[in-house]
């Protein structure tokens, strides 16, 4: 099956640094990838859209300029967060579909947990 | 809006007991419905789908049936174990968009 996998798993930073967290999709090529945080005990939140090789669509509410996202490559979609603050700590997933062969089904990945100290 | 409706949690039942999680959606077309399984610190996983009306989803017990009079998608197993103790949403999509629309979850505690 299709397999998405995130790195780091868990990162821990400091208040005013950056952290970039990379979405891969293994076996798949994902024309588009999608961008998500938890809070705790609530649903995911989509944050932002991204196919490959254009500029992410964010949703509303969400900043750009602090949550940059890369998509360079059908395999590979990038989310840094700039000068991260603690209120920036929570569960980030991605997810990736190819669009071309299955129009309704994303594969996620296994989360990335940032604490911001 | 288009929008997920799922029972709220935690539940809780006994090894071998019914499940059932009630999931009734809004939404303007046709949408594709799905359930998703999340365990504690992980990511979501698919746990099954159904894309038209009277299909039936079915994985590891659960069932599901696509029901469009009753704009409802909600899951079923007959003898629940500890290892389904996780969370459980219900999402669907539309066809004309990207977008998944997420239910809240359900926390979902089996005891042994």
């Known amino acids: 099956g299709a397999v998405v996998s995130q790195h780091p798993s868990r990162v821990i930073c400091k208040s005013g640094t950056s952290v970039k967290i990379e979405c891969r999709s293994l076996?798949?090529?994902?024309?588009?990838m999608f961008w998500y945080r938890q809070f705790p005990k609530q649903s995911l939140m989509l944050m932002a859209t991204s196919n490959e090789g254009s500029k992410a669509t964010y949703e509303q509410g969400v900043e750009k300029d602090k949550f940059l996202i890369n998509h360079a490559s059908l395999t590979l979609s990038t989310l840094t967060v700039t000068s991260a603050h603690p209120e920036d700590s929570s569960f980030y997933i991605c997810?990736?579909?190819?669009?071309?062969?299955?129009?309704?089904?994303?594969?996620f990945g296994p989360g990335t947990r940032l604490t911001v100290t | 809006g288009d929008s997920v409706t799922q029972m709220e949690g935690p539940v809780t039942l006994s090894e071998e007991a019914f499940l059932t999680i009630n999931c009734t959606y809004t939404a303007t077309g046709y949408p594709s419905l799905f359930w998703y399984v999340q365990y504690p610190g992980e990511g979501l996983q698919l746990l099954l789908k159904?894309?038209?009306?009277?299909d039936k989803g079915s994985n590891k017990g659960f069932e599901a049936t696509y029901r469009k009079e009753t704009t409802s998608f909600h899951l079923e197993k007959g003898s629940v174990q500890v290892s389904d103790s996780a969370v459980y949403f219900c999402?669907?999509?539309?066809?004309?968009?990207?977008?998944?629309?997420f239910g809240k979850g359900t926390r979902l505690h089996i005891l042994p």
């Open positions: 999402a669907l999509i539309l066809p004309r968009d990207d977008k998944i629309i």
């Open positions: 076996d798949f090529q994902a024309t588009t």
């Open positions: 997810s990736a579909r190819d669009r071309r062969t299955d129009p309704y089904e994303q594969y």
């Open positions: 159904a894309t038209k009306a009277d």
